[in-house]
Protein backbone atom coordinates (compact mmCIF):
# COMPACT_ATOMS: atom_id res chain seq x y z
CA UNK A 1 0.00 0.00 0.00
CA UNK A 2 1.68 3.52 1.77
CA UNK A 3 4.51 1.88 3.18
CA UNK A 4 8.22 3.22 2.09
CA UNK A 5 9.46 -0.32 -0.24
CA UNK A 6 6.64 -2.02 -0.51
CA UNK A 7 6.75 -3.93 -3.94
CA UNK A 8 3.21 -3.42 -5.21
CA UNK A 9 3.39 -0.15 -5.57
CA UNK A 10 3.79 0.92 -8.98
CA UNK A 11 7.31 2.32 -10.23
CA UNK A 12 5.81 5.87 -11.37
CA UNK A 13 9.47 6.98 -12.12
CA UNK A 14 9.30 4.06 -14.99
CA UNK A 15 6.22 6.41 -17.09
CA UNK A 16 2.91 6.75 -16.76
CA UNK A 17 1.97 3.80 -18.21
CA UNK A 18 3.03 0.19 -17.01
CA UNK A 19 2.34 -3.27 -19.13
CA UNK A 20 -0.63 -5.32 -17.66
CA UNK A 21 -1.36 -9.50 -17.26
CA UNK A 22 -3.40 -11.83 -15.20
CA UNK A 23 -1.89 -12.13 -11.84
CA UNK A 24 -0.23 -15.80 -11.13
CA UNK A 25 -2.45 -18.26 -9.73
CA UNK A 26 -1.85 -17.65 -6.06
CA UNK A 27 -2.35 -13.67 -6.43
CA UNK A 28 -5.49 -14.31 -8.25
CA UNK A 29 -7.04 -16.99 -5.94
CA UNK A 30 -6.37 -14.82 -3.26
CA UNK A 31 -8.36 -11.92 -4.75
CA UNK A 32 -11.48 -13.88 -5.54
CA UNK A 33 -11.25 -15.61 -2.15
CA UNK A 34 -11.47 -11.82 -0.40
CA UNK A 35 -14.34 -11.35 -2.61
CA UNK A 36 -16.29 -14.73 -1.77
CA UNK A 37 -15.16 -14.73 1.83
CA UNK A 38 -16.05 -11.48 3.57
CA UNK A 39 -18.41 -10.70 5.51
CA UNK A 40 -20.60 -8.14 7.21
CA UNK A 41 -19.49 -8.60 10.85
CA UNK A 42 -21.64 -7.50 13.78
CA UNK A 43 -21.05 -9.46 16.81
CA UNK A 44 -17.38 -11.63 16.34
CA UNK A 45 -15.06 -8.61 16.97
CA UNK A 46 -11.93 -9.44 19.23
CA UNK A 47 -11.08 -6.74 22.34
CA UNK A 48 -7.30 -6.79 20.46
CA UNK A 49 -6.91 -2.99 19.18
CA UNK A 50 -5.83 -2.71 15.57
CA UNK A 51 -1.85 -1.27 14.90
CA UNK A 52 -2.07 2.22 13.43
CA UNK A 53 0.43 0.98 10.52
CA UNK A 54 -2.62 -1.75 9.78
CA UNK A 55 -5.29 1.05 9.83
CA UNK A 56 -3.41 3.46 7.69
CA UNK A 57 -2.74 0.33 5.23
CA UNK A 58 -6.75 -0.30 5.37
CA UNK A 59 -7.39 3.59 4.46
CA UNK A 60 -4.84 3.35 1.75
CA UNK A 61 -6.92 0.80 0.31
CA UNK A 62 -9.44 2.62 0.36
CA UNK A 63 -7.84 5.90 -1.01
CA UNK A 64 -7.04 3.77 -4.07
CA UNK A 65 -10.47 3.81 -5.05
CA UNK A 66 -11.73 4.85 -8.35
CA UNK A 67 -13.50 7.97 -8.19
CA UNK A 68 -15.50 10.19 -10.56
CA UNK A 69 -13.38 12.82 -12.18
CA UNK A 70 -10.63 11.74 -9.51
CA UNK A 71 -12.42 14.01 -7.24
CA UNK A 72 -11.76 11.81 -4.28
CA UNK A 73 -14.97 12.99 -2.46
CA UNK A 74 -14.05 10.49 0.56
CA UNK A 75 -12.95 11.64 4.61
CA UNK A 76 -12.56 8.98 6.98
CA UNK A 77 -13.63 10.12 10.77
CA UNK A 78 -11.82 7.53 13.11
CA UNK A 79 -14.22 7.50 15.96
CA UNK A 80 -12.25 5.23 19.57
CA UNK A 81 -13.64 7.16 22.23
CA UNK A 82 -16.31 5.72 24.23
CA UNK A 83 -18.51 8.82 24.61
CA UNK A 84 -18.72 9.35 21.10
CA UNK A 85 -19.79 5.83 20.17
CA UNK A 86 -22.15 5.78 22.90
CA UNK A 87 -23.99 8.36 21.29
CA UNK A 88 -23.97 6.85 17.96
CA UNK A 89 -25.14 3.38 19.40
CA UNK A 90 -27.95 5.43 21.24
CA UNK A 91 -28.89 7.09 17.65
CA UNK A 92 -28.66 3.78 16.33
CA UNK A 93 -30.94 1.82 18.70
CA UNK A 94 -33.71 4.96 18.26
CA UNK A 95 -33.61 4.16 14.37
CA UNK A 96 -33.54 0.23 15.32
CA UNK A 97 -36.86 -0.07 17.02
CA UNK A 98 -38.50 2.34 14.24
CA UNK A 99 -36.95 -0.72 11.43
CA UNK A 100 -38.56 -3.25 14.27
CA UNK A 101 -41.76 -1.81 13.99
CA UNK A 102 -41.72 -1.76 10.05
CA UNK A 103 -42.02 -5.65 10.01
CA UNK A 104 -45.20 -7.76 11.05
CA UNK A 105 -45.66 -11.22 12.94
CA UNK A 106 -42.49 -13.81 12.89
CA UNK A 107 -40.68 -11.34 10.19
CA UNK A 108 -40.35 -8.70 13.17
CA UNK A 109 -39.91 -11.14 15.45
CA UNK A 110 -36.67 -12.35 13.74
CA UNK A 111 -35.82 -9.19 13.10
CA UNK A 112 -34.93 -8.29 16.40
CA UNK A 113 -33.63 -11.30 17.12
CA UNK A 114 -30.55 -10.43 14.59
CA UNK A 115 -27.54 -8.39 16.20
CA UNK A 116 -27.19 -5.76 13.80
CA UNK A 117 -23.68 -3.67 14.68
CA UNK A 118 -21.48 -3.84 16.66
CA UNK A 119 -20.59 -0.23 17.83
CA UNK A 120 -19.59 -0.79 21.11
CA UNK A 121 -18.00 -3.67 20.67
CA UNK A 122 -15.68 -2.96 17.38
CA UNK A 123 -11.94 -2.09 18.67
CA UNK A 124 -12.53 1.10 15.97
CA UNK A 125 -15.70 2.88 14.36
CA UNK A 126 -14.80 4.53 11.06
CA UNK A 127 -17.87 7.25 9.54
CA UNK A 128 -17.29 7.46 5.82
CA UNK A 129 -18.62 10.46 4.19
CA UNK A 130 -19.00 12.21 0.71
CA UNK A 131 -18.13 15.84 0.18
CA UNK A 132 -19.93 16.68 -3.08
CA UNK A 133 -18.19 20.15 -3.54
CA UNK A 134 -14.21 18.99 -3.51
CA UNK A 135 -14.27 18.85 -7.61
CA UNK A 136 -15.87 21.96 -8.03
CA UNK A 137 -19.39 22.43 -9.42
CA UNK A 138 -18.54 20.70 -12.68
CA UNK A 139 -17.00 17.44 -12.16
CA UNK A 140 -15.52 15.31 -15.11
CA UNK A 141 -18.25 12.46 -15.49
CA UNK A 142 -20.70 13.56 -13.12
CA UNK A 143 -22.42 16.08 -15.68
CA UNK A 144 -25.45 13.66 -16.02
CA UNK A 145 -25.35 12.28 -12.45
CA UNK A 146 -25.14 13.93 -9.20
CA UNK A 147 -24.75 10.94 -7.31
CA UNK A 148 -21.50 9.40 -9.12
CA UNK A 149 -19.93 11.44 -6.36
CA UNK A 150 -21.41 8.98 -3.43
CA UNK A 151 -20.83 5.45 -5.87
CA UNK A 152 -17.21 6.68 -5.69
CA UNK A 153 -17.38 6.96 -1.78
CA UNK A 154 -19.24 3.15 -1.91
CA UNK A 155 -16.08 2.05 -3.76
CA UNK A 156 -14.04 3.37 -1.27
CA UNK A 157 -15.86 1.25 1.31
CA UNK A 158 -15.07 -1.70 -0.34
CA UNK A 159 -11.91 -1.48 -1.20
CA UNK A 160 -11.28 -1.02 2.28
CA UNK A 161 -13.50 -4.05 3.49
CA UNK A 162 -11.79 -6.46 0.58
CA UNK A 163 -7.97 -5.05 2.09
CA UNK A 164 -9.51 -5.99 6.02
CA UNK A 165 -10.67 -9.25 4.99
CA UNK A 166 -7.27 -9.97 3.70
CA UNK A 167 -5.59 -8.96 6.75
CA UNK A 168 -7.45 -10.87 8.91
CA UNK A 169 -9.74 -7.86 10.01
CA UNK A 170 -13.46 -7.78 10.12
CA UNK A 171 -16.15 -5.13 8.95
CA UNK A 172 -19.69 -4.19 9.63
CA UNK A 173 -21.63 -1.51 7.89
CA UNK A 174 -23.94 0.01 10.32
CA UNK A 175 -26.90 1.82 7.96
CA UNK A 176 -29.81 2.05 10.54
CA UNK A 177 -29.96 5.81 11.77
CA UNK A 178 -30.93 8.85 10.82
CA UNK A 179 -27.92 11.03 9.25
CA UNK A 180 -28.81 13.91 10.79
CA UNK A 181 -28.32 12.21 13.92
CA UNK A 182 -24.81 10.87 13.09
CA UNK A 183 -23.83 14.84 11.71
CA UNK A 184 -24.49 16.45 14.95
CA UNK A 185 -22.57 13.38 16.93
CA UNK A 186 -19.41 13.95 14.66
CA UNK A 187 -19.90 17.84 14.08
CA UNK A 188 -20.44 17.20 9.94
CA UNK A 189 -20.86 20.14 7.78
CA UNK A 190 -24.58 20.02 6.38
CA UNK A 191 -23.57 19.59 2.86
CA UNK A 192 -21.11 16.61 3.61
CA UNK A 193 -23.28 13.00 3.04
CA UNK A 194 -22.58 10.16 5.26
CA UNK A 195 -21.97 7.07 3.53
CA UNK A 196 -21.11 4.01 6.25
CA UNK A 197 -20.69 3.60 9.40
CA UNK A 198 -18.38 1.40 9.48
CA UNK A 199 -17.25 -0.91 12.57
CA UNK A 200 -13.71 -2.40 12.17
CA UNK A 201 -12.29 -5.08 14.47
CA UNK A 202 -10.08 -8.46 14.79
CA UNK A 203 -11.81 -11.45 14.55
CA UNK A 204 -11.37 -15.04 14.66
CA UNK A 205 -13.30 -16.79 13.31
CA UNK A 206 -16.22 -16.00 10.27
CA UNK A 207 -19.56 -17.45 8.78
CA UNK A 208 -19.21 -19.49 6.13
CA UNK A 209 -21.69 -17.93 4.38
CA UNK A 210 -23.45 -14.09 4.91
CA UNK A 211 -25.25 -14.06 8.25
CA UNK A 212 -28.59 -13.27 7.12
CA UNK A 213 -28.73 -16.27 4.93
CA UNK A 214 -27.31 -18.44 7.89
CA UNK A 215 -30.01 -17.59 9.81
CA UNK A 216 -32.85 -17.63 7.15
CA UNK A 217 -33.42 -13.86 6.19
CA UNK A 218 -32.73 -14.79 2.67
CA UNK A 219 -30.93 -16.75 0.19
CA UNK A 220 -28.61 -15.22 -2.43
CA UNK A 221 -30.21 -15.53 -5.94
CA UNK A 222 -29.36 -17.40 -8.84
CA UNK A 223 -27.03 -15.43 -10.74
CA UNK A 224 -28.15 -16.65 -13.89
CA UNK A 225 -31.41 -14.81 -13.17
CA UNK A 226 -29.79 -11.72 -12.95
CA UNK A 227 -28.34 -11.24 -16.02
CA UNK A 228 -29.74 -9.81 -18.89
CA UNK A 229 -28.33 -9.64 -22.44
CA UNK A 230 -28.99 -7.33 -24.99
CA UNK A 231 -32.03 -6.04 -23.17
CA UNK A 232 -33.96 -5.93 -20.27
CA UNK A 233 -35.61 -9.02 -19.23
CA UNK A 234 -33.63 -11.11 -22.18
CA UNK A 235 -31.62 -13.80 -19.98
CA UNK A 236 -29.19 -14.98 -20.98
CA UNK A 237 -29.15 -17.60 -23.16
CA UNK A 238 -32.40 -17.32 -24.24
Not at 8 to 34: C, E, H, I, N
Not at 77 to 87: D, F, I, M, Q, Y
Amino acid sequence: MCSKGNKTMLDRKAGPMVRTQAFAPDDLSAVYRAIETRRDVRGQFLEKPLPEDLIWRLLSAAHHAPSVGFMQPWNFTLVEAGPVREKVWEAFSRANEEAAQMFEGEKQTQYRALKLEGIRTAPLNICVTCDPTRGGTVVLGRTHNMRMDAYSTVCAVQNLWLAARAEGVGVGWVSIFHEADIKAILGIPDHVEVIAWLCVGYVDELYREPELAVKGWRQRLPLQDLVFRDAWGQLDGG
